[in-house]
C-alpha cells in the first residue's frame, strides 16, 4: 500500500522526527509518564485521538515512545503506520498481562517469544494461517542480554494474546494453557510481531505480570502507571 505521511493516526509530518526504535506501551497515559520520567530533550509527535507519542533521548541516545491502545486492531494499526509509513526499524511492547501460571507473581517481568492467538488477525492481514507468531530472536537476545547486564530477572517465553478480556467462561484460560504452552495473557503481541513479519521488520514484547489469573493476585492502575520501571529500563537501553 502506498500513503504519504502523515497517516490516518499519526500527525507528524517529518519522518525524522521518529526515532528508529519505539517503545509501545498500551496506556498513551504511560507513554507521557516515559517520556516525562525517563527522556531529555522531549518532543511530542502525535496526539491524534489522545494516542500520544513522544520522541526524546535517553542517556544521550535517541528513542521514542507512543501508545498502541488496548488490543490487536489497535495496535495493528499504529504499527504498521510507524513501520510501513514512518521508516520505524523495531518496536518493543512494553505492557501487562495476566499469569496463568503458579510461577508467575505480580510484578514479575517476561521477555515475549511467542505469541498464540485465536483472533483472525494475520489471515485477515496477509493469509497468515499460523496461530502463533514470534519476535525477532536477535532483538529478544540484546534485551535478555540487557537485563542480565542490569541485574532484572526476566523469564522468556509463549504468551497468550487474547481478542477478550471478559470471558464468559473464565476457566477456558486452564485449556489454553495447558494445550498450548502460554505462560500468561495481554492482547497485542501477536499482532505486533505479524506486521514486523511481513514488513521484514524487528518487534518484540516484555510484560510486567499485573494480575494473576491462578492466584486472584491485582495491582491498581496507579501501581501499573508507577511501578513498571524495571521493565522500561529494560526497553530504553536500547535507545540509538
Ligand atoms: N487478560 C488480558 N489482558 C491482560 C490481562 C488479562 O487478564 N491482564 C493484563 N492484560
Same mark, same amino acid.
Given at each position: 500500500? #502506498? ?29 507521557? =509518564? ?7 530533550? &522531549?518532543?511530542? =509527535?502525535? #496526539?491524534?485521538?489522545? !494516542?500520544?507519542?513522544?520522541?526524546? /533521548?535517553?542517556?544521550?541516545?535517541? *528513542? #521514542? ?13 499504529? #504499527? ?5 509509513? @514512518?521508516?520505524?526499524?523495531?518496536? *518493543? ?18 521477555? &515475549?517469544?511467542?505469541?498464540? %492467538? ?9 493469509? @497468515?494461517?499460523?496461530? /502463533? ?18 541485574? *532484572? ?12 478480556? @471478559?470471558?464468559?467462561?473464565?476457566? &477456558?484460560?486452564?485449556? *489454553? ?9 495481554? !492482547? ?31 495491582? /491498581? ?5 508507577? %511501578? =513498571? ?12
Amino acid at each position: 500500500m #502506498s500513503m504519504n505521511i502523515p497517516t490516518p493516526h499519526i500527525e507528524v509530518k517529518d519522518k525524522g522526527v521518529i526515532a528508529d526504535t519505539v517503545l509501545m506501551p498500551g496506556d498513551p497515559l504511560r507513554a507521557k =509518564f516515559i517520556a516525562e520520567k525517563f527522556l531529555e530533550n &522531549v518532543e511530542q =509527535f502525535n #496526539s491524534v485521538r489522545g !494516542m500520544l507519542g513522544y520522541t526524546g /533521548t535517553y542517556k544521550g541516545r535517541k *528513542i #521514542s515512545v507512543m501508545g498502541s491502545g488496548m488490543g490487536m486492531p489497535s495496535i495493528g494499526i499504529y #504499527s504498521y503506520e510507524l513501520y510501513a509509513f @514512518y521508516d520505524v526499524k523495531r518496536i *518493543i511492547r512494553i505492557g501487562s498481562c495476566g499469569a496463568y501460571t503458579e510461577d508467575l507473581d505480580v510484578y514479575d517481568v517476561l521477555l &515475549v517469544d511467542e505469541a498464540w %492467538s485465536e483472533s483472525s488477525y494475520a489471515k485477515t492481514q496477509s493469509g @497468515y494461517t499460523s496461530d /502463533t507468531t514470534y519476535a525477532t530472536p536477535k532483538l529478544n537476545d540484546k534485551l535478555a542480554n540487557i537485563a542480565k547486564v542490569l541485574d *532484572i530477572p526476566v523469564k522468556r517465553g509463549k504468551i497468550h494474546s487474547s481478542d477478550v478480556f @471478559y470471558r464468559q467462561d473464565f476457566n &477456558v484460560y486452564k485449556n *489454553i494453557r495447558d494445550q498450548y504452552g502460554c505462560m500468561a495473557v495481554e !492482547m497485542e503481541s501477536f499482532a505486533l510481531f505479524a506486521n514486523a513479519s511481513i514488513l521484514g521488520k524487528e518487534a518484540s514484547c516484555i510484560l510486567t505480570v499485573s494480575d494473576s489469573l491462578v492466584k486472584g493476585d491485582v495491582t /491498581t492502575s496507579e501501581e501499573r502507571q508507577n %511501578s =513498571f520501571v524495571k521493565m522500561m529500563e529494560i526497553a530504553l537501553e536500547m535507545a540509538e
